[in-house]
């Protein structure tokens, strides 16, 4: 167990008997040290504590440090300030806690004591035209959330909930009756869709006619036309393998594709139930679920049946709520979907609730845009490479370039290994790295240099241990697992970061924010190499060196795992 927990194990045991109900039980936590002059871990709870039961909080903090019992993780706690306790980890247990990660698995993180079942939905683009650069961030957070919670010892299901359904659709079946090349649809079958839906999509936007048709041939699609649905298939047919390895070539990989078209065929009963059980009411024609005793959306019905008779978007939603409740019975279903949404899963939320669907906990992990140098959108910028083939190509590009300059003796397959782990890694890196619910400005200097909060600086921390093992072992040093005991300060902070591991798991599952992870794994790099600076690895004495190269070896697996968790790959070599 990481040094925090057991620590806050500690507090709360000593706290047996005050009465706490009156603070808010964030503000008992045990926090990393602002400032580690004064230690490595401090309690700030003794402050909110005494507001509530009228006392001094270095009383409190006084009583609170007589009944605790922390001696084999850290050094006697002192009351500082106002009545902060300050406390400094032992360097005994650092080196029993380090050998013990070292020899587990999963380096030291122990799995969620109650391990919960988990739908989550990314990265559910619609399907109409290619990906573009919008796409990656549902794509990149909703994996790496993911592998988070498989980690931490959650049962997951992912799926992917792909727009195959909506207007784009029809658009398209528009464009295919009129102008499809047949060829050019074997080649590239997403190409093809993206220009014969841009076609049209373009005279809908010039004329109300084209945009009457594209209804129309949604409307007969929705309701069973053959010629349609024939067309659909075809479509289906020939995007999904083509998106497949899109979502392949960046390791991402969901356990369903149930599209919006597989809910179609419940859509008449769901409406029935929500009538039925008077959830939702007609208004005007349509169906709709209001929310009046919601302050946000009480102006904000839910319409879940046009007056024309067809289901929406939220419709299928919450058709999907049904569906995922039946097959999986899920403590939590998250959707990793833009910010721009987020009205829309408000009131979805809210639905299934009065639907029934209580003890489900509903989350929208919700994220910025991507910005251009101008500040706009990326993704509407003319002249960015917007489709995500593309730019997944620029980033293998430049990425290769780099490690060509680097080294100009790599050769060609090699090179390539590179510019794709390190190129993939890097957009992910950057897009995982800032808080998810920020905008972030789209870099291609930043988010590839090799020093700093990016990807391949990362990825070379990793190479480089790896290089130390190669030389170690030319040397004919023998690598055991030595026991590994910590003596110079940078040395120390290293052997700390390391054990912070599972804090930061923890952390970025708090929120689903992985921005956490990576400021760990940023950290570590950078206390890698002041450990690396200050103290000799091969040219250390024989009981050092063991020592020295087991704590560089338990720093590349973390790094490894940490990096694993984001979805980025590693190098032996770069
Ligand atoms: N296809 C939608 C879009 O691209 C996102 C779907 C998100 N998932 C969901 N269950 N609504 O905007």
Redesign the pocket.
């Known amino acids: 167990m990481n040094a925090k927990s057991q620590l806050q194990n500690a507090i709360d045991a000593a706290l047996q008997g005050v009465d706490i109900s009156g603070v808010a039980p964030e503000t008992l936590q045990v926090a990393r040290a602002t400032n580690p002059q004064f230690g490595d871990y401090q309690w700030n709870g003794a402050l909110p504590l005494a507001k509530a039961l009228k006392m001094k909080p270095r009383d409190i903090a006084a009583d609170v440090l007589a009944r605790l019992d922390v001696s084999d993780i850290a050094e006697t706690p002192e009351i500082a300030g106002a009545g902060f306790l300050n406390f400094r980890i032992k360097t005994s247990w650092l080196g029993n806690a380090l050998d013990e990660a070292a020899r587990s698995e999963r380096l030291g993180v122990a799995r969620v004591a109650k391990s919960r079942r988990i739908v989550i939905?990314y990265p559910?683009?619609?399907v109409a035209k290619p990906l573009h650069v919008g796409h990656i961030r549902t794509t990149f957070i909703g994996d790496a959330v993911a592998r988070l919670l498989r980690f931490a010892g959650h049962q997951v299901v992912s799926d992917n909930?792909?727009?195959d359904w909506g207007t784009p659709v029809g658009k398209v079946i528009v464009g295919w009756k009129k102008y499809r090349d047949e060829a050019a649809f074997e080649r590239a079958p997403l190409d093809e869709m993206g220009r014969l839906y841009a076609l049209v999509n373009e005279a809908c936007e010039r004329e109300r006619a084209a945009m009457e048709e594209a209804r129309l041939e949604t409307a007969k699609l929705q309701s069973g036309d053959a010629e349609n649905r024939a067309i659909w298939e075809i479509l289906r047919a020939g995007s999904l393998p083509q998106l497949n390895a899109l979502w392949a070539r960046v390791g991402v990989q969901t356990d369903e594709i149930l599209g919006e078209s597989f809910y179609q065929p419940m859509l008449a009963e769901v409406i029935e139930e929500l009538k039925a059980k008077g959830v939702a009411t007609e208004s005007q024609g349509a169906l709709i679920i209001p929310f009046e005793d919601d302050a946000h959306l009480s102006d904000k019905p839910m319409m879940v049946r046009k007056s024309d008779g067809s289901a929406l978007?939220a419709t299928t939603?919450l058709a999907?709520v049904k569906y995922r409740m039946e097959r999986w019975a899920p403590d939590e279903i998250i959707?990793v979907?833009?910010a721009r949404?987020s009205d829309h899963f408000r009131q979805l939320f809210a639905a299934a609730k009065k639907w029934g669907y209580r003890e489900v906990r509903f989350k929208h992990v919700a994220f910025g845009t991507i910005l251009g140098e101008d500040g706009k959108p990326i993704s509407t910028r003319a002249g960015v490479t917007s489709k995500l083939e593309t730019l997944l190509d620029e980033a293998q590009k430049r990425a290769t370039a780099m490690a060509r300059e680097k080294n100009p003796a790599l050769p060609d397959a090699q090179g390539a290994e590179i510019g794709r782990v390190v190129g993939i890694g890097a957009l992910k890196y950057a897009d995982l790295a800032p808080n998810r619910t920020s905008d972030y400005g789209f870099s291609w200097d930043k988010m590839l240099a090799t020093q700093g909060n990016a990807a391949p600086y990362l990825q070379y921390a990793y190479a480089r241990i790896q290089s130390i093992f190669r030389k170690a072992q030319s040397e004919g040093i023998e690598m055991e697992n030595a026991p590994i005991r910590l003596v110079e300060a940078s040395e120390i902070a290293l052997g700390k970061q390391i054990t912070r591991f599972g804090e930061a798991i923890d952390a970025a599952l708090v929120d689903y924010r992985p921005n956490a992870l990576c400021d760990y794994l940023y950290e570590l790099a950078g206390s890698f190499a002041a450990f690396y600076r200050d103290c000799p690895v091969t040219q250390a004495g024989a009981e050092v060196r063991l020592s020295r190269l087991a704590l560089c070896d338990l720093t590349a697996r973390v790094l490894q795992t940490g990096l694993g968790l984001l979805g980025i790959e590693t190098l032996e070599q770069m």
């Open positions: 939905d559910s683009p619609n909930h792909i727009g978007y939603d999907t959707y979907v833009d949404q």
